[in-house]
């Protein structure tokens, strides 16, 4: 028997009865040597314990090679809770959601021949048989029943939003226990009667998502599952950007607070989600398309989600009157003011060198040869940016066009920009005169990020995936540049020149005497920022945002480099440090 017991609708660790009041960080967002100042901030709340996701796809970044170092050594995030004192609650997937590219599984997979996500398939079962092999003796030794501080553990996640296999969870649920878990297990749905319906297994306690009315939710629970554990998995205390949109509408603190209180009050157990939601470095954001007749809508890189810690670590408003609730019914709870972040701005960062991107193309790796456009799964590239390049004869008029773009593409025709399109928002389609030498079509293409929610997760592939017409004809014969971008910074700059047309890379120096938060303004329309050799992530001059945060230990005391890739206007020839974030 476990050390943890859900039963007679309370949970009982080592004998006694604990209520749980949780908040949600996820360790692939925030930088590893930031998390114990995360952790430490959850504790001072008068919290008690942490959940988090895991990210399969950048634990298993190609098949058969894995990676928990630097940022994903999830097991030494887990054992700095517990140093702080912290219950753990884990979510391993395969499945997480969670506004992350693909919903966290891995580009490979989506290759696999005869693969079918999320439900009882031989070959996708196959391949989560084999991450679970290699993540689950991580996990086991961190179990509360093993001296650990992981109670429970989530299988899937909001299962019930997505379809209805019982085989398939039951399929999760038996490849952990016989992994050694002892630990309670359940389910998490929306607190509505088809999603909880769905998702419910026999057998398996039963928990809610959402972000409202959640005294009704645990009503609702009990009366499908009278013996079930009242908890919330996430309570939403916030929500998270999309580019192009206005500023999320985030809950103001005050209904926070109350429903937090409301919950405690009830004795009733709570994961805040997010408690801090920290960044999408790189180009790990997710998107969402749940249906064929609404846009693709992009996630930020940022995921603030208006929480009580902010994305560079301050605390705030919702902070503080979640803390005063946890002490007016946990007078005993250890609490903490934590000291303000410390922000500086560096101002100005002049670049002082260059290079094009149809330059710095030769540099970046060597072109594949396709028949038709290759996505960037098949280039075996999981994100990032992939190039395309092909000849058209003539001389001749065309209409030159594709049936899909995934995600941003940047046409042009001999090194002269055509036009930019963005998936959903106008058709890739113009009418071209063609000289009688032919001409180069070269097109860039961003991925914006693998919708992560709904029945397109695991089929939305990067790239052309339709391929490129002219009239009714398809163009075959083309180049495929892999464009990961892992190290831009190694490209051979040129000295400055602010009349280079984009894309392009740029770059600069900085001196930096005293290690402190930062962020830089978008330097232009649409790219990304690298500052000594870490990804920032994308910029994009659209909605709110005008910013990307800048973690204090990426930093150096003295030289620092920063590296610029825009792919449509460069604004100015440099680069701004600002001690605030605009977003």
């Known amino acids: ?76 995030f887990i054992k700095t809770a517990q140093e702080l004192g912290l219950y753990v609650i884990l979510r391993p997937g395969p499945y997480i959601c969670a506004e992350w590219d693909n919903g966290g599984f891995p580009h490979w997979l989506m290759l696999k021949e005869g693969i079918e996500f999320r439900r009882n398939n031989k070959v996708y079962l196959e391949c989560v048989r084999k991450y679970f092999e290699k993540i689950m003796p991580l996990i086991e030794p961190l179990q509360y029943d093993k001296g650990g501080p992981i109670i429970a553990m989530q299988i899937e996640n909001e299962y019930g939003s997505y379809g209805h296999d019982d085989a398939y969870i039951g399929a999760l649920r038996d490849m952990m226990r016989n992994a050694g878990i002892t630990v309670p297990l359940f389910t998490a749905d929306g607190a509505g009667v088809s999603y909880l319906l769905n998702g419910m297994l026999e057998g398996t306690p039963a928990m809610l998502t959402g972000g ?71 180009f790990y954001a997710g998107a969402n398309k749940s249906r064929g007749d609404i846009p693709y809508t992009c996630d930020t890189t940022s995921y603030d989600y208006d929480a009580p810690i902010t994305e560079w670590g301050d605390v705030t408003e919702k902070y503080f009157l979640l803390q005063k609730t946890v002490k007016k019914y946990f ?9 303000p972040v410390k922000r500086r701005a560096w101002g100005k960062i002049d670049f002082t060198g260059s290079i094009s991107f149809f330059e710095a193309l030769k540099y970046l790796g060597k072109p594949m040869e396709s028949v038709s456009p290759l996505t960037m799964e098949k280039l075996g590239q999981a994100f990032g940016f992939v190039h395309y390049r092909t000849h058209i004869p003539g001389p001749r008029k065309v209409q030159l066009w594709a049936p899909e773009v995934h995600d941003c593409a940047d046409i042009f025709l001999d090194g002269r920009r055509l036009a930019t399109v963005f998936r959903d928002d106008k058709p890739f389609r113009f009418d071209v005169d063609i000289p009688a030498k032919g001409v180069t079509l070269d097109i860039l293409v961003e991925s914006f990020g693998r919708i992560n929610y709904g029945y397109l997760t695991g089929l939305d592939f990067k790239g052309l995936p339709g391929g490129v017409m002219t009239d009714n004809a398809y163009c075959f014969g083309w180049e495929n540049f892999s464009l990961p971008l892992d190290e831009p910074q190694k490209l051979p700059f040129g000295p400055m020149d602010a009349t280079l047309p984009c894309p392009g890379f740029f770059k600069g120096e900085f001196e930096v005497d005293e290690v402190a938060e930062t962020f830089i303004r978008f330097p232009g329309v649409r790219g990304a920022v690298w500052v000594n050799g870490f990804n920032l992530g ?46």
């Open 538 to 583: 994308r910029y994009w001059r659209v909605g709110s945002a005008d910013t990307l945060y800048v973690p204090s230990p990426i930093l150096r005391k003295g030289k620092n480099e920063i590296v610029v890739f825009e792919t449509e206007t460069l604004l100015q020839p440099y680069a701004v440090s600002v001690e605030r974030a605009v977003h």
């Open 1 to 76: 028997m476990s050390k943890v017991e859900f039963k007679e609708r309370k949970i009982y660790i080592d004998g006694k009865a604990v209520q749980i009041f949780s908040g949600a960080i996820h360790y692939f967002r925030v930088h590893p040597d930031l998390w114990r100042d995360r952790l430490e901030k959850l504790a001072q709340c008068g919290f008690n314990c942490l959940e988090t996701y895991m990210c399969w796809n950048l634990h298993e970044p190609k098949e058969g090679e894995f990676d928990f170092s630097g940022m994903l050594d999830f097991p030494r």
């Open 212 to 282: 409202s009315r959640a005294l009704a939710g645990f009503g609702l629970l009990k009366s499908l599952r009278p013996d079930d554990v009242p908890f919330f998995m996430e309570f939403w205390l916030g929500w998270y950007d999309h580019w192009k949109n206005n500023p999320r509408k985030g809950r103001d603190a005050a209904s926070v607070a109350e429903e937090f209180d409301d919950i405690i009050r009830s004795g009733s157990n709570v994961n805040m989600y997010m408690f801090h939601g920290g960044t999408n470095f790189g």
């Open 331 to 339: 007078p005993e709870a250890k609490t903490g003011t934590p000291a």
